[in-house]
């Protein structure tokens, strides 16, 4: 059966379903329709259904090709998308990519993921291979997947349809990009699974796809993005004590760059995204129970948890600088998605930064080229500010002054949380991760 599906995906006949049509779904049901294949998406929004099947991109934000491939395949009749799971009936291959996110306890929601695996279940064919695209705790596939599947459909796995766990890599504002050039750990339950899993990606991914066992690609994954939020709480970290004590983050990260083996990351106002700020607790969770001491990871997320609360304080001090209490001051805060040109406000450090200045009893007003909420004049927002805090590396914030007639108050507290040398010269500035007074060397900062 499965050589029968290796050639009918070689030959571009193998007809595919991708479930779930979110940041991640959605290009790459577009890459697999572009390359050739008939692909049908199901999806639960059914206003974002229709935006596709009329060829309209709903992912906003910089993205580059996506919008155009999208109208393209649609137009062709390659991809359309539907409300209705039972439309998977005649696929040969569906890829599943619904959210998995954590709760406040960090324990995997998996409602989503379950809700597609069983429709998916009761749906297919004989002789389907599902894979899992989605990011998971450790051990998800033995023990939610593969059950639940088998439970749903009736058929007994590697002999009525075939598993596997691929994971994805992409990025907003690189989402077809990463998805052609980044490459891939194939997780199959059986060599001749990731075999064929293999076959598929080779058909849109032009890097390397490394066949492995389904445990070992749950892994990978959740380790990689524990690796980065690991890496950027010890930068963040970094920056606290350079601010402490007065020093400069940014000298110092270049030069410690310049140790062999050293890649230091940038620091910031926190971390954001569907990914990086609950992946780490997918790692956590499949330890849970085990004799084994977790420690390095939840502390990483503590701090990186804890830097839009620092940009706060960062703010209340910058603001008594100038005489001025919290309460009742205007405040501009410049960036409301986690990425820098993208529209994706998933666990974003602005959120918490918001909250927390209004709960001081600021008035504070929230300016993001990318989120419709927020798209409004940028000097709408700036008018009358007694600080503005920079959020998010937006293309739109690069170089921006803050001049008198830029509608900001006349000596506005400038609080530049990315680094992007926001409010050089302003009478009251901090940036993050420099002490208060230390000028940036030339060459220096944004
Ligand atoms: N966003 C990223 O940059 C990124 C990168 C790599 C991996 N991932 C992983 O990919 C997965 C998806 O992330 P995303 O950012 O695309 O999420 P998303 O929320 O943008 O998209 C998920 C979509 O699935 C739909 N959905 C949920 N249950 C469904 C069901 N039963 N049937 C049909 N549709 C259903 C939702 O309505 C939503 O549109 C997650 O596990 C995430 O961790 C995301």
Redesign the pocket.
Known sequence: MLTQLERSILAKEARLGV????????PVACSFAASGYDVVG????PE?VAQINAGICP?QGHEPGLAELLAEVVAAGRLRAS?D?SDLGDRDVILV?????VDEEHVPQY???R?????VGRAMRRGALVIV????APGTMRDVALPLLQQASGLTVNEGFFLGHC??????GR?LQNLRSVSRTVGGMTPETARAMVALYRQIVAADLDPTDCLTAELV?TVE?AYRDVNIAFANEVALICEAIGGDVWKVRDLVNKSPGRNMLLPGAGVG???IP??PWLLVHAARGKDVPVRLVPAARAVNDGMPHHVTDMVVDALAEAGLAVAGARIAVLGYAYLENSD?T?NTPSEPLVQRLRALGAEVVVHDPHVAEYAGPLDDALRGADAVVLMVRHDAYQGLTLAPESGAGSRPVIVDARNVGLGAGAPIQRTIGRGAGVTPAAGDGA
């Open positions: 479930v779930g049509l979110g940041y991640v779904g959605l199901i999806e639960l929004r974002r992912i409300t799971a990519n619904v959210e998995t996110p409602h989503a993921l809700g597609a695996l069983a429709s695209e989605s990011t998971i994971p994805e890599r992409v990025m907003p989402l994954k993005n995204g569907h990914c609950k992946d994706d998933r």
